[in-house]
């Protein structure tokens, strides 16, 4: 349009002495005839340059997704590239499949977030912690849960020792009985942090776990016959109604509904026999009792602190405890062979008095499910309120 108008102007202008002579208007009307002929051309010149600065903008808005792509493109990573070969040199992967594969997984920002450590705050408080999983609906739904599961229960109580109630206590700690497994994909997560982890002292060690987590996922999905992808879990990559991260879905995970497959998502009665395996398999002892009420003494210069920590074992004699400062309740409800052994557990309470207990090979058997005292002890809590409840 604007090269019709200006043609049209040069026409007009270039014949403009000899229009004037034939033509007999008047010159103030020609004059203001040439002006507007003037002006109409410069909006098409001015869109013109308008139509310009679009592309250009659109061209820097698209350079950021780009950039984020690159970024996010795990397939073009030396170190997913390197991982790559791991992959094939020891367990046979297609390289070419798994580049695809990592093709699609994405960089997360929540689970960078989420896996950082939380910032210093106050002092631990177990009654605090125990608040949060002791409460009236995870009892209720534990109820529900143990009613509906009851034969399963007793099955894995059965083949492998533990007591129904030690399982119902994990499956509603962990995901509140499959109500909060997670909606991450694993594979997003596992990559983010097994090649992305966040800055802090551990790094590197934190990220060779993560490798080595997501080369268990892709064993599993290949022995599965799963896509990998389809897989879904916390930010952590735990996956299922336990909460078993990859390494421990191969080790530990068992077909309990004795279907054909392994499904922690959808399965609990897959989750009830895992957690069950999981247990045994980490020195859980049929009939053990699990721990005692402990008094520790004042004294600065009693040895018992130094047995703090030391490992999630028991370890230690009664008589080994006496002579460091320690000693049971004074009316224990359950007898406790000599040959029993023991570890310190203590439970800090804010600005009320720490609690101290005795645990046996069964309380640290649940410690090693997650490594912290308050959840074992908050396990133990929950199974025996639900089971208190489901009597009644």
């Given at each position: ?25 008047p ?31 659109i ?6 997704p780009?950039?984020?792509a690159?970024?996010t ?9 390197e991982?790559?070969?791991l ?12 580049q ?16 950082n ?9 177990w009654?605090?912690y125990?608040q ?44 509140l009985?499959g ?14 942090l ?10 590197e060690e ?7 987590e ?13 896509d990998?992808?389809s897989?879904?879990g ?9 909460q ?9 995970a ?14 609990p009665?897959?989750a ?49 405890f ?6 049971l ?7 406790t ?19 101290y ?5 069964n309380f ?29």
């Open positions: 349009m604007f090269y019709t108008c200006g043609r049209l102007s040069y026409l007009i202008f270039s014949d403009f002495p000899a229009r004037l002579m034939t033509i007999r208007l010159f103030h009307f020609l004059s203001r005839f040439c002006l507007i002929l003037l002006l109409f051309s410069l909006p098409f010149e001015a869109n013109a340059h308008a139509r310009k600065s679009p592309a250009k903008k061209k820097v808005q698209q350079s950021a780009a950039a984020e690159e970024f493109n795990f397939g073009q990573w030396r170190a997913v590239a991982f790559i070969d992959m094939s040199e020891r367990h046979g992967f297609n390289r070419e499949a798994l695809m594969q990592f093709g699609r997984a994405n960089f997360s920002e929540s689970v960078v977030r989420l896996i450590p939380p910032p210093p705050s106050k002092a631990k408080n009654t605090l125990r949060r999983f002791v409460e009236p609906t995870r009892i209720n739904a534990g109820v529900a849960f143990w009613n509906e599961y009851a034969s399963a229960l007793a099955q894995a109580e059965t083949r492998y020792g533990v007591p129904a109630e030690i399982i119902v206590g994990i499956l509603g700690v962990e995901t009985y109500k909060m497994t997670g909606k991450i994909r694993v594979m997003d997560a596992l990559t983010t097994a090649f992305a982890y966040p800055p802090t002292a551990n790094r934190r990220m060779r776990y993560f490798r080595g997501l080369e268990e996922t892709l064993l599993f999905a290949r022995d599965s016959d799963i990998p992808f897989l879904s916390s930010f952590a990559g735990a996956i299922g109604w336990p078993f991260m990859p390494g421990s879905v191969r080790r530990y068992v077909d309990f509904d004795f279907d054909g497959k392994i499904d922690l998502l959808n399965s009665v897959d009830i026999g895992s957690v069950a395996n999981f247990l045994a398999k980490h020195g859980w002892q049929s009939g053990l009792p699990l721990v005692f009420p402990a008094n520790v003494s004042t004294d600065e210069q009693s040895r018992w602190r130094a047995m703090l920590g030391r490992s999630l074992e028991a370890q230690y004699s009664l008589a080994e006496n002579d460091a400062g320690v000693s309740d004074p009316s224990p409800a359950v007898s062979p000599s040959e029993l052994r023991f570890g310190l557990v203590d439970l800090q309470n804010g600005e009320q008095a720490t609690q207990w005795l645990g046996t090979a640290f058997a649940i410690a090693k499910y997650n490594r912290s005292f308050f959840y074992a002890m908050s396990v133990i809590d929950l199974g025996q309120a639900v089971r208190q409840q489901r009597t009644r």
